[in-house]
């Protein structure tokens, strides 16, 4: 009797945590520890001469934000003589042009040039970078801002190491956005993305700039050398992943390096519902999917290519590790019904949720120590520290929805725009309802030969 516990308790210990203690908590802590010293490694870095910088907006229905956006680069602490924006328009249909013409008006001193290109984000990009003549070329998105010190860290770092090919900044959620936020729900999910975003960053890129293993650029905040561009394929038209697809290209054709600047902050709006982070999430699943299968190469090789691609760890993580997950998820219900102890059930989950708690409080430490010149956001997140205890369970939904990213990657065709999951369920009813109408029919043979009619 005792023998078969112990065996129970064996089997369902080591199949159950080791991948969340092994895998996600373990790394996860070590992330964390090496962001830690790379802090207090850190120099002040500085230039001997500020060189021209080119910026590309991708511009479509920006109307909103886009007098914002454009705000933020003058109001820079670089010479606005070495600072030339490229607006490159996807096919807007709103007055995104009358924001750009207002702009140029009042702001003549600013060199700024609008561009048409409906042919999708990769080839507006493409038609900045050939357009551009900066020495550096930084792509954001036009719903963002720029912190006043982005630019000139960037070109701080650039010409700290001539072996920067390509860097990203740190995006975060614009916190005074979040607390505008109207409902209960809608506001917890924006601050749990301020949380993710800043450990992502601060904490997850960190560990990844620091062996140089970076998977994917920010396309929101991304920064390059111009000659290092010059060098690749340009932004791949095929994927939706244009910018991880770069990152991956930078790797294998430069071979210089790719890091993050801590220091260099680039804020967006926060996400607008539910609906719109699925979507958005499901691109990202989406995104890795198509990328990794066009540079096979980089995560083939066995143990030792675990340790030594970091694409390979990449794929592991996010895509070979799901389906298990989602497997011991229901066999938790098959457990109980074959005798297992319930308290056994309930104490490994509420083992794992605390080591996540955990480690959420880790990473918030970490990511305080790099806003140090972010005051209010600093503030923002350290006054909400209670949000650690829900941070679990946000991942766990944003777990799901990259479960369905993966089915639908599998079984629809690649665009940028998906099925929200209203949408989807909406159309679940629908095909439901059609079959059951197809059978109707059938029923209706079947209920007469049981009544003898």
Not at 54 to 78: A, G, K, R
Not at 149 to 176: H, Y
Not at 356 to 362: D, G, K, Q, R
Request: hydrophobic share 40%; proline share 3%; with cysteine.
């Amino acid at each position: 009797m005792l023998h078969n516990k112990l065996f129970q308790q064996f089997l369902y210990w080591g199949a159950w945590l080791i991948i969340p203690f092994l895998w996600e908590i373990a790394i996860g802590f070590l992330s964390a520890v090496l962001a830690f010293i790379r802090y207090y490694r850190l120099k002040e870095e500085s230039a001997d001469y500020y060189p021209r910088v080119s910026v590309l907006i991708p511009v479509y229905n920006s109307q909103n934000t886009l007098d914002m956006c454009l705000q933020s680069i003058v109001e820079q602490d670089y010479p606005k003589d070495n600072i030339e924006v490229f607006l490159i328009d996807n096919g807007s249909k709103d007055g995104s042009y009358n924001i750009f013409i207002d702009f140029q008006e009042k702001h003549p001193d600013l060199k700024l040039w609008w561009y048409n290109s409906e042919q999708g984000k990769s080839k507006a990009l493409n038609k900045g970078i050939f357009s551009s003549s900066g020495k550096y070329v930084i792509n954001i998105d036009s719903d963002g801002c720029l912190d006043k010190n982005a630019i000139k860290n960037v070109v701080k770092r650039f010409e700290s190491d001539d072996e920067i090919a390509c860097m990203t900044g740190v995006i975060l959620i614009d916190p005074g956005l979040i607390q505008k936020t109207k409902g209960f729900f809608l506001k917890m999910l924006r601050v749990c993305e301020l949380f993710e975003y800043s450990e992502s960053f601060l904490v997850g890129r960190n560990f990844q700039s620091t062996f140089n293993s970076m998977y994917t650029l920010a396309g929101a905040f991304s920064c390059f050398k111009r000659e290092a561009l010059m060098k690749t394929q340009m932004y791949n038209c095929e994927t939706i992943g244009e910018d991880t697809h770069m990152t991956f290209q930078i790797r294998n054709f430069v071979g210089g390096k790719t890091v993050m600047c801590e220091n260099a902050f680039f804020y967006v709006d926060p996400i607008e519902n539910l609906d719109k982070l699925y979507i958005q999430r499901q691109r990202w699943q989406r995104a890795e999917l198509e990328v990794a299968s066009l540079f096979t190469n980089q995560h083939m090789g066995g143990i030792l290519g675990f340790i030594t691609k970091p694409t390979m760890r990449k794929l592991v993580s996010d895509h070979t590790l799901t389906f298990p997950r989602l497997i011991w998820f229901f066999a938790m219900i098959y457990l109980y019904f074959i005798n297992y102890p319930l308290s056994l059930l309930i104490g490994a989950n509420v083992l794992i949720y605390i080591s996540y708690v955990l480690n959420s409080f880790v990473y918030l430490g970490v990511s305080a120590m790099y806003l140090k010149q972010q005051s209010d956001v600093k503030r923002y997140i350290l006054k909400r520290w209670y949000m650690c205890f829900v941070l679990p369970l946000y991942r766990f939904v944003v777990y799901w929805v990259r479960v369905a990213g993966i089915i639908n990657s599998l079984t629809t065709e690649s665009r940028w725009r998906t099925q929200t999951f209203t949408e989807e369920i909406n159309a679940l009813k629908d095909g439901a309802a059609i079959r059951l109408k197809g059978r109707l029919p059938i029923l209706r043979q079947i209920r007469k030969i049981f009544n003898n009619e």
